[in-house]
């Protein structure tokens, strides 16, 4: 068995850097930012960093500029990893470098205006949260344009799915006919590749069985795309829509314009500011969009957990458990009715998990009280056990893996270089 992560030495090492960071830019900093009436390219620069970096630059950052000029400057937090790490080329990074760039220069013209739609109370209350707003929409509207339509994305993900199925479901068969043939040996080979973890030890049958069950969760997956497609992560590609709802959003938690569909309204006015924002395009139409968002279930489910979101409520974790309680089963019950040609593995699952949404409503509604509720309310104590309880969760070896990093006192940033060099020296060798 793969010994446990020492506490003390977790809670010292983890997530710590070999060699200091940058100072982070502070909440002042992009306060006083923000409160200026004009904004230069490195104030937006200043902010940008503030936002994604908010800890500070660490080894990585040096790394990544080794490997693409001002990539610290430019990239997100999840491409300059990429870069690191090898999983993304010099080129693709140099792509979304540049991107990003183009993306900085817009704002320092157009942030000024973009922010007047907005109190100063709203703009004070979350410095950083209306900036990352607008740097997600920014993501968000680039991975729109980049996916297909939704009739398209529906159409593929049901011929996936329907290959899932079939091929789980054909692989439990297939083995299950020559389960005899080799059941013992492949105990005993998955005893030696896999280490010890805790729990009942599993063979052949449970495979079997799993994919079985794989199966009847594909198929299950097939009809729900055609009741809740957004469950399939099926979300289209209406740019402008994207733009509308962050807008939307943005308003709702910020005391900004309120959505009406008159052309040229404030809110209107928002929206096509921050749509010549993200994508470069002035003086585009966006009534078409507004209207269809206003008309949307979008809109009226964040309306919902608008007016629900009471911060003095101890018990807001376990309303929100109860209404996703309560929305599976529905989604589940819809399936049966809507689908009756279902496998009787398909049936059995969807009956099962109605059954278990229904015990974790109940026993979310007679959880005692008062509870905590947000991260600040906790001691550090409770912070590092909540921490240690998510590691304990790894599987053995990546635990071991972990632990071994402790011990030598590496961060996440230095492992991800050496990860990198590994690739990038494998390729050099291949090619």
């Known amino acids: 068995m793969v010994n446990p992560i020492d506490r003390a030495r977790f809670l010292e090492r983890f997530g710590e850097s070999s060699s200091e960071p940058q100072a982070p830019i502070e909440a002042t900093d992009i306060v006083r930012i923000l409160a200026s009436e004009r904004f230069t390219f490195e104030d937006v620069k200043t902010l940008?960093?503030?936002?994604?970096?908010?800890?500070?630059?660490?080894?990585?950052?040096?790394?990544?500029?080794?490997?693409?000029?001002?990539?610290?400057?430019?990239?997100?937090?999840?491409?300059?990893?990429?870069?690191?790490?090898?999983?993304?080329?010099?080129e693709e990074a140099g792509a979304y470098l540049q991107r990003d760039k183009a993306f900085f220069h817009r704002l320092a013209n157009l942030l000024p205006s973009i922010l007047r739609f907005f109190s100063k109370e709203g703009r004070l209350r979350n410095p950083r949260g209306i900036v990352w707003a607008i740097d997600d929409c920014h993501n968000d509207f680039h991975f729109t344009v980049s996916s297909s339509r939704r009739d398209r994305q529906i159409r593929e993900a049901k011929e996936r799915l329907t290959l899932a199925a079939r091929v789980a479901l054909e692989s439990a068969l297939t083995l299950e006919a020559a389960k005899k043939h080799f059941q013992y040996e492949f105990d005993r080979y998955r005893e030696v590749y896999y280490r010890p973890a805790p729990g009942p030890a599993r063979f052949l049958g449970d495979l079997i069985d799993e994919l079985r069950m794989c199966a009847g969760v594909a198929e299950i997956a097939h009809a729900t795309v055609d009741i809740e497609s957004k469950r399939a992560w099926i979300f289209g590609n209406d740019e402008r829509r994207t733009v509308v709802e962050e807008a939307?959003?943005?308003?709702?938690?910020?005391?900004?314009?309120?959505?009406?569909?008159?052309?040229?309204?404030?809110?209107?006015?928002?929206?096509?500011?921050?749509?010549?924002?993200?994508?470069?395009?002035?003086?585009?139409?966006?009534?078409?969009?507004?209207?269809?968002?206003?008309?949307?279930?979008?809109?009226?489910?964040?309306?919902?957990?608008?007016?629900?979101?009471?911060?003095?409520?101890?018990?807001?974790?376990?309303?929100?458990?109860?209404?996703?309680?309560l929305g599976a089963i529905e989604l589940c019950k819809s399936v049966l009715q809507k689908k009756p040609d279902l496998s009787k593995m398909a049936i059995e699952l969807l009956h099962a998990r109605i059954k278990k949404e229904e015990q974790r409503h109940e026993e979310a509604r007679t959880r005692y009280g008062p509870r905590q509720v947000y991260f600040h309310q906790m001691n550090k104590e409770q912070v590092n056990n909540m921490f240690l309880e998510a590691i304990n969760r790894f599987k053995p070896e990546q635990i071991e893996e972990l632990d071994d990093a402790i011990l030598r006192g590496e961060s996440w940033a230095a492992r991800d270089i050496e990860h990198g060099r590994r690739v990038r020296l494998a390729r050099e060798k291949s090619s």
Do not use: Q
């Not at 994604?52 to 080894?59: P, S, T």
């Open 48 to 90: 940008m960093r503030g936002v994604r970096y908010h800890r500070g630059h660490d080894e990585k950052f040096e790394y990544a500029n080794s490997l693409l000029a001002e990539a610290s400057d430019y990239l997100r937090p999840y491409e300059l990893r990429a870069l690191v790490r090898a999983d993304m080329t010099e």
């Open 248 to 325: 939307y959003r943005m308003c709702s938690e910020r005391d900004g314009p309120k959505l009406v569909t008159t052309p040229g309204s404030d809110f209107a006015t928002l929206c096509s500011l921050l749509f010549e924002a993200v994508s470069g395009k002035s003086d585009e139409g966006l009534a078409g969009a507004i209207n269809r968002y206003a008309r949307s279930d979008a809109r009226k489910d964040w309306d919902r957990s608008g007016e629900e979101d009471d911060p003095n409520d101890n018990f807001l974790t376990e309303k929100a458990e109860m209404a996703n309680a």
